[in-house]
């Protein structure tokens, strides 16, 4: 990163400094439409309009300092400053402001490229995709999928023989990422169900090592491929092929109201009585579930409602063991989250973890389903979810919970503090969402109809 010298921390990767100097005649890869940077820096500092508007243009030399080359007629560029007002600007403490504005909006940009996470329809992939390769890894990567696909073929050998052994009916394949026990089915001639629970297909989650090609042979070696959701469908019927879709079932006793009493989770046990409690549940090791997301709209509840108490169910406490769960420390403490935030280890009760909230954001983007939200409304706690993947099949907006347009993390915290503050809608909202849950979301249905699957691929054999 060009930004590099002025890093802090390792806010991008701590990869020090770029390796090459600039070119004097750097490569026309800038298109019109695709270099621009638009930015905010915002200053207690009391300023006057024309301090403000010198503000803004010392902060332009920070896309100087990350982006080569910078400024140039394909770039729309674009600085506004803001300032509260809230002290007064020292004497002489001009220079220093627009030098700190600068450098800031540097660390901006890469801090940007760097945690960027992709979304349907990228034209090109992210850093954390793409760039972050060496060009020996990128060389290596076509051997690496070919060495994949010889191993799916000898796991599926392997698989035959079994097969054969103990004289099995009826194969079924529960994700889409390998296609081991299909080739096992066509090689014994045994009948074969794919169920596909994941995002896959050209811009989305999982894109598919044979593309298209791909979704036709798991029809051609499936008697029935079965989704998720309609979400996780549409790839398939983009290109007319059949498919069964069987939501993912919850056993609902355990969520029931009556199912005993609340425990008190170990992680939790040390937090002040009294406060409302915002959370979000999604494993550190994925950036997909957006934890940063969560961070922002954390940030914005807090400012309105400074007692509330935010916990993040990740899996792990250790916020050490990762680039990514560095950044997410670095960036909740910069948003001054430190006193409200939780971060809280593993926990196995799944139900005392739900009942354990006032409301549940669920930032993530393009998930096949959503079980987390699909367990929020059975324990009865509003969900607020933003509007992608097989998670806008789960809620009707409103009625059983909220669904926010992607981007609008302002609309998500809003929507969490009117909950917050109003009982009563929390507790309406909330047992729509178990009255939802358990009409639609019961495991005998999901099981009944796997079982009307089965026996029928079995009599086509």
Known sequence: FWAAPFEMGDEFGGRGAAPVTAPLFPAPIKRLGEATTIAVIATDAALTKPQATRLATAAQDGIARAIVPAHTPHD???????????????????????????????????????????????????????????????ARAPLADAWRLLRCALAAFKIARVIRQERIDLVHTNNSMSPSGALAARLTATPHIWHVRESIGKHKQYP???????????????????????????????MRIPVRVIPNGLDLADFAPDAGTPRELGSLADLPPGEKRVGMVGNLTTKM???????????????????????????????GQTEYTRALRQKADALGLA??????????????????????????????????????????????????GGVKELIDDGVNGYLVEPGQPARAAEIALRLLRDSNTRAIIGAAARAHAQRCFGAQTMIDSLKEAYQSAVRKK
């Open 339 to 388: 006193e409200n935030l939780t971060w809280a280890g593993f926990e196995k009760d799944i139900p005392a973890m739900m009942r354990s909230l006032d409301v549940l954001i669920h930032p993530a983007l393009t998930e096949g389903s959503g079980r987390v939200v699909m367990e929020a409304m059975a324990s009865g706690v509003p969900v607020i979810a933003f509007r992608s």
């Open 289 to 319: 579930k957006r934890h940063d997301v969560f961070l922002d709209i954390a940030a914005l509840v807090k400012a309105a409602a400074p007692r509330t108490r935010f916990i993040v169910f990740g899996g792990s406490a250790d916020l």
């Open 208 to 238: 598919l090592l044979l593309g298209n090609l791909a979704l036709r042979l798991m029809r051609r070696w499936s008697d029935t491929v079965i989704c998720n959701s309609d979400y996780t469908a549409e790839v398939f019927r983009e």
């Open 76 to 138: 729309g560029d674009l600085v506004f400053a803001a300032s509260t007002g809230r002290r007064p600007l020292p004497e002489g403490a001009a220079l220093e402001l627009g030098h700190a504005a600068a450098l800031c909006l540097s660390r901006a940009i890469a801090r940007g490229i760097f945690l960027a996470t992709p979304a349907p329809g990228d034209p090109l992939p992210t850093w954390q995709q793409y760039r972050r390769r060496t060009l020996a890894e990128r």
